[in-house]
């Protein structure tokens, strides 16, 4: 099995940083992304970050100069560096990745559980 691992959540005030981790550990061939996505309450979830195994990446529009997506390869992990937050940060913020286990080869969508994020004014 594989198993995703989020931390670095909290409480900030805006204007403030937070670093979010996400470890992915077990059965892992390779990865081929890794995405964060958050979930404002009574909202869809939403992507945020992406970063390929390339380390091409991608961010939302209303992200962009703020956050920063990275990934240890060696280490399987992601992280979002997010500066500036704002009170709409706010959210359920989740690790998503595209993984091959090493007992099958099919490439496979996992998910951690959430760190929750909140931004005070």
């Known amino acids: 099995q594989v198993q995703l691992m989020e931390s670095g959540g909290g409480l900030v005030q805006a204007g403030g940083s937070l670093r979010l981790a996400c470890a992915a550990s077990g059965s892992i061939f390779a990865i081929n992304y890794m995405t964060w996505y958050r979930q404002p309450t009574g909202k869809n979830r939403e992507l945020v970050a992406r970063?390929?195994?390339?380390?091409?990446?991608h961010y939302a529009d209303d992200v962009k100069g703020r956050f920063t997506i990275s990934i240890d390869k060696a280490k399987n992990m992601t992280f979002l560096q997010m500066n500036s937050l704002k009170p709409e940060d706010t959210a359920l913020y989740y690790c998503?990745?595209?993984?091959?286990?090493?007992?099958?080869?099919?490439?496979?969508?996992?998910w951690g559980q959430g760190t929750q994020v909140t931004v005070s004014s």
């Open positions: 998503n990745a595209d993984i091959r286990p090493s007992y099958e080869r099919a490439w496979r969508d996992w």
């Open positions: 970063i390929t195994h390339t380390d091409t990446t």
